[in-house]
């Protein structure tokens, strides 16, 4: 299983970015997927998750309003959009995927088996 993403860069803030993950090896349309990041010397954080059918989503306070999730289940993708960036967005996202099936929307990393390799996001003041 490998989870490639892509779509971080440097942009100003306020501005936008669409990451895209793509997971392949097998199917993921049963499993719920999400988002995290991390910077330098802190420990990874919850961004955004959605369930396998894309009927809950969750997000993390600080993204909420701003940050959309989204998945294609025929792609095995799952996107964040990210609107009204600001430089605290800063980080490298990581995509993860779950190997279990659930119904909910997940915001916990030990929930999820598979990580892809992150992205970096740069937001200028």
């Known amino acids: 299983v490998q989870l490639q993403a892509s779509g971080g860069g440097l942009v100003q803030a306020g501005g936008s970015l669409r990451l895209s993950c793509v997971a392949s090896g097998r199917s993921f349309s049963q499993n719920g997927m999400g988002w995290f990041r991390q910077t330098p010397g802190k420990e990874r954080e919850f961004v955004a998750a959605?369930?396998?059918?894309?009927?809950?989503?969750s997000y993390a306070d600080s993204v909420k309003g701003r940050f959309t999730i989204s998945r294609d289940n025929a792609k095995n993708t799952v996107y964040l959009q990210m609107n009204g960036l600001k430089p605290e967005d800063s980080a490298v996202y990581y995509c993860?995927?779950?190997?279990?099936?659930?119904?909910?929307?997940?915001?916990?990393?030990?929930?999820?088996?598979?990580w892809g390799q992150g992205t970096q996001v740069t937001v200028s003041s």
């Open positions: 993860a995927v779950r190997s279990r099936y659930g119904w909910r929307a997940y915001a916990s990393e030990a929930d999820y088996t598979y």
């Open positions: 959605v369930s396998w059918s894309s009927g809950s989503m």
